[in-house]
Nanobody, 123 residues
Framework: QVQLVESGGGLVQAGGSLRLSCTAS????????MGWFRQAPGKEREFVAA???????TYADSVKGRFTISIDDAKNTLYLQMNSPKPEDTAVYYC?????????????????WGQGTQVTVSS
């Protein structure tokens, strides 16, 4: 079992920066693929970024070059650094964990989810 708790969401101006955190507890945290997804009102949950064992990262095209995913194994914490956010980045952001070997961009590959944290980007 993995428990995930996100923090760091809030209101940010376009062009600013924000860092989301996700603290994980439970066994074998370091053996999971970790991901960030987001869901805007009326839309499906979509992939944002993922990091796999060995620190291989994958990003959605819409955030590539602006967002950075990272992990601190010693703190069991996953981060999403959001630089130059845009109003279209406004959504609830979810942290997720899934078994290795899954398609990191698919929600179906993740077994554990946090409760979500709201990010609102003002223009």
């Amino acid at each position: 079992q993995v428990q995930l708790v996100e923090s760091g969401g809030g209101l940010v101006q376009a062009g600013g920066s924000l860092r989301l955190s996700c603290t994980a507890s439970g066994q074998y945290f370091s053996t999971y693929n970790m991901g960030w997804f987001r869901q805007a009102p009326g839309k499906e949950r979509e992939f944002v970024a993922a990091i796999t064992w060995g620190s291989v990262t994958t990003y959605a095209d819409s955030v590539k070059g602006r967002f950075t995913i990272s992990i601190d194994d010693a703190k069991n914490t996953l981060y999403l650094q959001m630089n130059s956010p845009k109003p279209e980045d406004t959504a609830v952001y979810y942290c997720s964990a899934g078994a290795r070997g899954g398609v990191v961009t698919s929600t179906e590959s993740y077994d554990y989810w946090g409760q979500g944290t709201q990010v609102t980007v003002s223009s």
